[in-house]
């Protein structure tokens, strides 16, 4: 990597952990944002989701060298995308978990 893909990587990386500790942080109440933060990822996963599917039903490529590199790239995507998604669930059942009465 360069030099300034690597301050660009370290810009957004900087970015988005101050946004999560901002709303983590927030003079909000704790189930409010709870509330925000498990909306935002079920939005994400339902994205996610028609992402999958719709690399899983992209069969519009010719037989040929391109397609079998192509093929290689969707199922690489398929992957991250689903372990992302076990991610994103694992995270919505912490927060619910947290935000119940029995955890209070």
Not at 27 to 44: A, V, W
């Amino acid at each position: 990597m360069s030099k300034k893909s690597n301050s660009l990587f370290a810009f957004l990386l900087g970015t988005a952990t101050g946004a999560i500790l901002g709303i983590l942080y927030a003079p909000d109440k704790g189930s409010n944002t709870r509330d925000r933060l498990s909306y935002k990822l079920d939005k994400y996963r339902s994205i996610l989701e028609d992402l999958i599917e719709d690399l899983i039903n992209g069969d519009d490529l010719p037989n040929n060298a391109a397609k079998s590199q192509g093929q290689k790239v969707i199922d690489n995507a398929k992957e991250r995308a689903e372990k992302l998604l076990v991610d994103v669930d694992n995270l919505i059942e912490h927060i619910k978990s947290e935000d119940s009465p029995k955890a209070k």
